[in-house]
Every structure is written in structure tokens, then in C-alpha cells.
């Protein structure tokens, strides 16, 4: 089974603040996708990484694949109210097409 | 966006009556998933089908059952409902290729009382 710890599991923090959120497994995965969850709806994909090393970036949003391919990050920078919400991470690993989700990152900005 | 959707939204069941919720695609992908999400928990996934009539287990399946008989149908089914199920309920479904993206219907929410 392969498992995806995300962390932190919670984060606060004031508008126009950086932070960084990361996700992490023993498994490696061909491709990882970071999803963003607002209240009473479903996970909406943000990004996908399918390269070890590659970054991404998305506006204030940075994405980074490790170069191992067991790891990923989420950095966002001056961080603002639109932000909040629970961000989920999800790789695929080789020869398997099933999808395995992380635990979450429950964001809230601050205004 | 994806053509995705679940029934009913939303739920009130009594403890030990069968509930089914029906999620139905309109993009003929392969895979079809459904996950439970629980304040704290992520999501957690249920049972996932990659083709018709082909459904596999997920981390917490105990007390659910799926059915899949077309393409754009999966059903999941609790056989008795019980307290600990009251939830919310996502259907995702995926396609073949490298990059498995998931889409999400918008959820159900089932309290069972």
C-alpha cells in the first residue's frame, strides 16, 4: 500500500505570509497531482508533476516533484484569503494507474 | 468541467436500512472511485472499479459494496447503514495514460440517525 503523509496536517497563518506545505511516501510514483478543496465541494486539480526534479509554478503557487520521485511540495508565496482551503496531494505509481491520495493540509489565511 | 455527477446530494437514513448513492460519468474513463471524508481524515478511499464489472477494495471497505454494470455507472451501497458511515461521500473518476488526473463529483452527504 502506498501512503502519502502530508505536512502539516493544519496551518494559519496571516495574509501575505510564504509557506510551504510538503507530501511525502516511501513509494515512488511515475506522476503526483495536487488538488485544492473548498467547503462543500469536490477536490479540483491544480497541478500535475511527472518529472523527478521538475517545478512548476502556477501564479503564486510552486509546485516541486523530487528528484527521487517520492516527494513533493507546495510553496505559496504572499499567501492570500482565496488560498484557504484543504489541499490534497495524489500519485499514481508505476504500472498502476490507481490513484492514492494524501491525508491533507487544512489552510486558513488570515485577513 | 467533467461530467460528473452523484445522487442524491444529501441523505438522512435510519441505522440498519440499505443506502444506495449513484454516481454517474458522461466521459467513458476507465476508472470510477469512491471515497469517504471524514473531519481529519483526508480522504479515504472505499473501492475503485477500472472497468465494468471490475471493482477492487480500498483502505475502508468493510460495510460498503459497489456494483458497476455499465461504463458510466458506479453504485455504492451500504447493506446496513450504521452511525459511523454518516459521512461525506466523493465519486472521482480517472482515465488511462501517465498522468492519472482525478475529477470529483460534488458529494453526498449521508447522516445515518
Known amino acids: 500500500t502506498q501512503l502519502l503523509e502530508q505536512s502539516p496536517q493544519f496551518l494559519s497563518i496571516q495574509e501575505g505570509e510564504n509557506l510551504t506545505v510538503y507530501c511525502n511516501s516511501s513509494s515512488v510514483f511515475s506522476s503526483l497531482q495536487w488538488y485544492r478543496q473548498e467547503p462543500g465541494e469536490g477536490p479540483v486539480l491544480l497541478v500535475t508533476?511527472?518529472?523527478?526534479?521538475e517545478v512548476k509554478k502556477l501564479k503564486r503557487l510552486t509546485f516541486q516533484f523530487g528528484d527521487a520521485r517520492k516527494d513533493s511540495s507546495l510553496h505559496i508565496t504572499a499567501a492570500q484569503p482565496g488560498d484557504t482551503g484543504l489541499y490534497l496531494c495524489?500519485?499514481?505509481?508505476?504500472?498502476?494507474?490507481?490513484?492514492?491520495f494524501g491525508t491533507g493540509t487544512r489552510l486558513t489565511i488570515i485577513p | 468541467d467533467a461530467g460528473i455527477t452523484q445522487s442524491p446530494r444529501h441523505k438522512v437514513t435510519e441505522t440498519g436500512t440499505p443506502v444506495t448513492l449513484r454516481c454517474h460519468q458522461t466521459?467513458?474513463?476507465?476508472?470510477m472511485y469512491w471515497y469517504r471524508q471524514d473531519p481529519g481524515h483526508g480522504l479515504r478511499l472505499i473501492h475503485y472499479?477500472?472497468?465494468?464489472?471490475?471493482?477492487d477494495k480500498g483502505e475502508v471497505s468493510d460495510g460498503y459494496s459497489v456494483s458497476r454494470s455499465k461504463t458510466e455507472d458506479f453504485l455504492l451501497t451500504l447493506e446496513s447503514a450504521t452511525s459511523s458511515q454518516t459521512s461525506v461521500y466523493f465519486c472521482?473518476?480517472?482515465?488511462?495514460?501517465?498522468?492519472?488526473?482525478?475529477?470529483f463529483g460534488q458529494g453526498t452527504r449521508l447522516t445515518v440517525v
Open positions: 472499479s477500472y472497468g465494468v464489472k471490475d471493482t
Open positions: 495524489a500519485g499514481a505509481a508505476f504500472g498502476n494507474e490507481k490513484l492514492t
Open positions: 466521459e467513458n474513463h476507465r476508472y
Open positions: 472521482a473518476i480517472s482515465g488511462t495514460g501517465a498522468y492519472t488526473e482525478a475529477f
Open positions: 508533476v511527472v518529472t523527478g526534479g
